[in-house]
């Protein structure tokens, strides 16, 4: 959308999308507008915590909670390694879950001998919420990372698949018939029209998926773990240091903002067609 | 049976092709969705010559694209063939089979919004077998530099294109496969004014350099008269053959035409016709004309 050419209507952006190469980094870009809605958050919690509003008694304000997180946090090995932990986990369980939700949504989309036999079962277990799923995995598996990992990718599995197959749905007619027309066999039109058809639906899972993921493996770590940025702000409650319980919520909040990046970035390079 | 080498007094098109005759002989088609049968098409029975440009117009729910649709083999019909050059290209019982000789071009649009146009275009070439990649994009580049200097956009990607220019690179698309028909399924429909005439103008432009049998479906009578040979008027459904106007218009044609006395005849003609369906059609609670 970036430059119109004086014709206008003729052609949209003249430069080829594929040679865009911009500097990330430079102090026109930075975001001055979400610099200072941060600022204004930190200030509001910092004035309700020091006028002590209704509720904000027991609140720590934000100065406190930055002491706490340099002098207790921010130097030892254990914090930066509920981090690893919990991000290990969210990884192993978003990739499981892509790499078994994205073939079962092609098949579920494709096949309707597979659709009648498996979409039922499928339908009922998608409604159970994730944590409905603690008691049987740790049952299950044998080891309590293995139940964790488990929980994240149910997290996200049911999600990119019914995004999948909704995907696989709308592909539109028109596509498969002109694909037949110019000659492209079966396998080319899977390859080279359907797959591409359905990846911003792929996108649209991820997206969704990593959301959840980070959702579900905090509070899985809560109830089920002796690591990771969820078990550390349950610890933090635990032991009524609420400084703690903040430390652990901003981390989760970073983590989290730090995941969808990294998926907005895939997901762009996914789809070198759509305009920026 | 017309002679092939019959050219219209007046009309300094390239000469007809050898082959893009087409001849539709009784064409039924029932379509029975939930044991409710929907009759689309009954009787429905044309002949075209190779390099004819046959415009057929009707209500919505009409057949029109049920007849485009088996034309171009993705659909079957129900009693009645299709012959392409004498050859049986639809009889009850065949598997539609589309292929590269008849490409359609969508209302909507159908570029590949993964690829890019040179690809878009190259794709039959490619699927075909036709030749190498880098024989393929050459021809690819020429075909696009042909249809006015469209090289600079070999790289975009159909959604930094106008409609406009999409269709003209779907245009492309089809006519670099060397098709015997091209199938146009109402392909200006969501176009304004301004960049319907554009196109019609290329579109004359390409006919007039290379004769192609077109059969190009719309719910304009105006543009299918302006454009085609012969506007061929349907039936509101079950659509069958109401009127078939030649239309003896001089060719090369411009915008001029259209305020012809020869021209308002037709269209008188046509007019009556038209709207009878459309009247028709709109009593029985189909979608209205466009």
Known sequence: MSDRTAAGAEVKASNSPRSRRNSRWSISKINWRGLFSIACFFLAWGGAVAFELPGFAEIPGPWEVLLTFVNDFLFTKKYWQSWGVSFKRVIWGFVLAQILGIPLGLFLGTSRLFNGLVFPVFEIMRPIPPLAWVPLSILFWPTNEASIIFITFIGAFFIITINIYDGVRSIKQEHIWLARSLGASRVRIFRRIMLPAVVPTIAVGMTLGIAVTWNVVIAAEMIASDSGLGRLTWEGYVSSTPTVVVVGMISIGIAGYLSTLIVDNVERRMMPWRKS | ?290
Not at chain 2, 36 to 48: K, T, W
Not at chain 2, 53 to 78: E, H, Q, R, W, Y
Not at chain 2, 215 to 220: G, L
Request: some cysteine.
């Open chain 2, 1 to 290: 049976m017309a002679d092939n080498s019959t050219v219209t007094t007046g009309q300094t098109v390239s000469p007809r092709p050898k082959s893009g005759k087409v001849s539709v002989r009784n064409v039924t088609k029932i379509y029975d969705p939930e044991g409710a049968n929907v009759v689309a098409l009954e009787g429905f029975s044309m002949d075209m010559d190779a390099g004819d440009f046959v415009a057929i117009v009707g209500p919505s729910g009409c057949g029109k694209s049920t007849l485009m649709n088996i034309l171009a083999g993705f659909d079957t019909l129900s009693s009645g063939e299709i012959y392409l050059d004498g050859e049986v290209l639809a009889a009850p019982g065949t598997k539609p089979t589309p292929g590269a000789d008849r490409v359609v071009v969508f209302q909507q649009g159908a570029l590949f919004p993964w690829m890019t146009v040179l690809e878009n275009v190259t794709y039959g070439l490619l699927r075909q077998r036709q030749m190498g990649k880098a024989q393929a994009k050459a021809k690819g580049m020429e075909f696009l530099e042909r249809s006015g200097n469209l090289g600079r956009i070999a790289n975009s990607y159909p959604a930094q294109l106008s409609s406009g220019m999409q269709r003209r690179v779907e245009i492309i698309r089809a006519l670099i496969n060397n098709p015997k028909i091209l199938l146009l399924d109402e392909p200006f429909r969501a176009m304004d004014t301004v960049n319907k005439n554009r196109m019609h103008q290329h579109l004359l432009k390409i006919f007039q350099d290379n004769r192609k049998t077109i059969i190009f479906i719309t719910h304009d009578l105006e543009e299918a008269l302006f454009l085609a040979d012969r506007v061929i008027v349907m039936t509101t459904r079950p659509g069958t053959l109401k009127l078939d106007i030649a239309v003896d218009l001089p060719r090369p044609r411009d915008q001029s035409i259209m305020a012809s006395a020869a021209y308002i005849a037709l269209k008188q003609q046509a007019v009556s016709a038209v709207r009878e369906e459309a009247k028709r059609a709109f009593e029985r609670g189909e979608r209205e004309m466009a």
